[in-house]
């Protein structure tokens, strides 16, 4: 049953309860994405189940993993309206709760909830190595190949097309371009410490982002300039269709994995974006540059000096020769101001705006493990994400 509000935005972080392990060794983000993009994780089943005025309350015997904003996915109740996606709006020890249309009762049956996953396939796989593809008919419907046999970082490519799990035609980034293909770095050494991370996607784009230097020193727990990488269909500026409006984000080398690459930081430096083809359609990818307003060099103070807010830009994604505003990154925008760690910590909820909206925190823009002089980049969870 639908949800009564929507549930098109999925997030996931590593501070989760029960949430899977990303480490530094073969196969592990594999595991990774399988888990928050195509499975869903942390199934329990409940001891009870009541609807009483428009709210369902969820016990389980253990606490459940998702926090209030998160989507679960129920199953098996006997009141048909519960299942499905729902919304997670309270939580409690050993209880979640949602809003629901269904009638006051009790339910009945083996009741479960998991974290929903984002709403990818995987049409192929094999030995350490997938393949993703959205769900939705509206998605372009490109194919994202991971291998995952490196311990320290997975090499990422995206097929227009795709007939087996190495079978493909309208490579991105083509192999003259990045060989091989983007780098998304897991850990900065091969172990089994545990690294953070955050996944958010609404099913036609998602984002990853990893703390990949927690994987050589384990005493920077609260590393908070992750890598960003991600796959999928950015919002579209076009208004006649751009079937080749899919985009990859990575890093380019093996020594990159400190770098928060991708969100206006690195403008420059378009040879960790691209997209599939031009917006003409014709032959192969193109690098992308993404640029939020304002920059690292002139840092605007943490409260804007005419309004007294703290100000956010979209992420905008360019192509093309002349630099062409081609779209945006859906869900995900720049605090314009550093030293924002003193307000907001990150993989943490903040509501904002109006309507109001919640908001998961991460951060970019620095290479040291010192929690000063960081950029905020705001993951709008509420959704749905404009398209």
């Known amino acids: 049953m639908t949800s009564v509000v929507d549930t098109s935005v999925k997030w996931f972080t590593s501070k989760m309860l029960g949430a899977p392990v990303l480490r530094g060794q073969v196969g592990s983000l594999i595991a990774l994405l399988d888990a928050c993009l195509v499975n869903g994780w942390g199934i329990q089943t409940a001891t009870s189940c009541v609807v009483a005025s428009g709210v369902c309350t969820m016990t389980f015997p253990l606490d459940h993993a998702a926090p209030v904003d998160a989507v679960v996915l129920v199953a098996g109740s ?211 540059n993404i640029h939020a307003m304002g920059s690292i060099v002139a840092q605007d103070p943490l409260f804007d000096r005419i309004t007294g807010q703290i100000m956010f830009s979209p992420c905008v994604v360019k192509t093309d020769s002349d630099a062409s505003w081609r779209a945006e990154l859906p869900g995900i925008c720049l605090g314009e101001s550093t030293y924002m760690e003193q307000v907001f910590a990150s993989k943490t909820v903040f509501k904002a705006g109006s309507p109001e909206r919640s908001y998961l925190v991460e951060y970019a823009a620095d290479v040291t493990a010192s929690l000063v002089n960081h950029r905020l980049i705001a993951l709008d969870v509420t959704g749905p994400w404009p398209r």
């Open 78 to 288: 006997s009141i048909a309206d519960l299942n499905g996606e729902q919304k997670v709006t309270a939580v409690a020890p050993n209880v979640v709760k949602f809003a629901t249309a269904a009638s006051n009762g009790t339910s009945t049956g083996t009741i479960t909830a998991k974290m929903a996953p984002a709403g990818f396939n995987k049409p192929f796989s094999g030995t350490n190595l997938a393949v993703y593809k959205s769900a939705d008919v509206a998605a372009n419907g490109h194919f994202c190949r991971v291998n995952d046999t490196n311990a320290l970082y997975a090499r990422v490519n995206g097929y227009e097309n795709m007939t087996a799990i190495s079978t493909g035609t309208g490579l991105f980034p083509t192999a003259i371009q990045l060989s091989g293909g983007m780098y998304w770095h897991k850990s900065a050494a091969a172990s089994t410490t545990p690294v953070d991370w955050t996944i958010v996607g609404d099913g036609r784009f998602f984002a990853i982002f990893t703390s990949t230097y927690m994987g050589a020193d384990p005493s920077y727990t609260d590393y908070v300039a992750p890598n960003l990488s991600g796959f999928g269909d950015p919002l579209k500026r076009s208004r006649a269709a751009d079937p080749f409006n899919t985009l990859i984000i990575g890093n380019w080398d093996t020594n990159a994995y400190n770098y928060a690459a991708g969100v206006g930081l690195s403008a420059g430096n378009n040879v960790s974006r691209y997209m599939a083809r031009a917006i003409s359609g014709t032959g192969t990818a193109v690098p992308a």
